[in-house]
T-cell receptor
Framework: DGGITQSPKYLFRKEGQNVTLSCEQN?????MYWYRQDPGQGLRLIYY???????QKGDIAEGYSVSREKKESFPLTVTSAQKNPTAFYLC????????????FGQGTRLTVV | AQSVTQLDSQVPVFEEAPVELRCNYS??????LFWYVQYPNQGLQLLLK??????LVKGINGFEAEFNKSQTSFHLRKPSVHISDTAEYFC????????????FGAGTRLFVKA
């Protein structure tokens, strides 16, 4: 079945450590996105990529980094510079045309301990 | 730039009652509109979308939404809700503004009571 896989589902990190969240899709979508979800704030865009080897900052990119070396993969690294990283992270993909919906993974809940 | 406002953060309703979840948007260009549903600790799933054509859009699970350009609204409705409809619902707007972007509303939590 085609879809988006995020791993792990739950992740714990000590303060000062970097951590990488995985996102893989087999939908052959060109565009991929990372969102952060906090209670009562909806989804906020961290980074997005419309094509391999290219990506752009979203609204809250500080403290995060990404890479897009393969079409299927768009990992997100939460660095120690991110002041409040505890959140639910969602990865999505879509065809690049503006009238198509996004397909979401099941999310990764990151907790800093 | 576009924005999305979901007017209610929580909507409690009894089972089998009708429900409307409100969404207003602002944009200086043409938009595409979406409603997504999120069950606890899961990703978002598309309920329905408006691209063009008929302003009344039907989606999955008996939901429908109406695009009203003059009021810049895209309210979601269901004539009779079930306990299983308890979830968070997100309205989203997609438009080209210095690059293609989708903006999500803050979400409305629908709580269906027996």
């Amino acid at each position: 079945d085609g879809g988006i896989t995020q791993s792990p589902k739950y992740l714990f990190r000590k303060e000062g450590q970097n951590v990488t969240l995985s996102c893989e899709q087999n939908l052959n979508h060109d565009a991929m996105y990372w969102y952060r979800q906090d209670p009562g704030q909806g989804l906020r865009l961290i980074y997005y990529s419309q094509i391999v080897n290219d990506f752009q900052k979203g609204d809250i990119a500080e403290g995060y980094s990404v890479s897009r070396e393969k079409k299927e993969s768009f990992p997100l690294t939460v660095t120690s510079a991110q002041k409040n990283p505890t959140a639910f992270y969602l990865c999505a993909s879509s065809l690049p045309q503006k009238n198509t919906e996004a397909f979401f993974g099941q999310g990764t809940r990151l907790t800093v301990v | 730039a576009q924005s999305v406002t979901q007017l209610d953060s929580q909507v409690p309703v009894f089972e089998e009652a009708p429900v409307e979840l409100r969404c207003n948007y602002s944009s200086s260009v043409s938009v595409y509109l979406f409603w997504y549903v999120q069950y606890p600790n899961q990703g978002l799933q598309l309920l329905l979308k408006y691209l063009s054509g008929s302003t009344l859009v039907k989606g999955i699970n008996g939901f429908e939404a109406e695009f009203n350009k003059s009021q810049t609204s895209f309210h979601l409705r269901k004539p009779s809700v079930h306990i299983s409809d308890t979830a968070e619902y997100f309205c989203a707007v997609s438009a080209f503004s210095g690059g293609f972007k989708t903006i999500f509303g803050a979400g409305t939590r629908l709580f269906v009571k027996a």
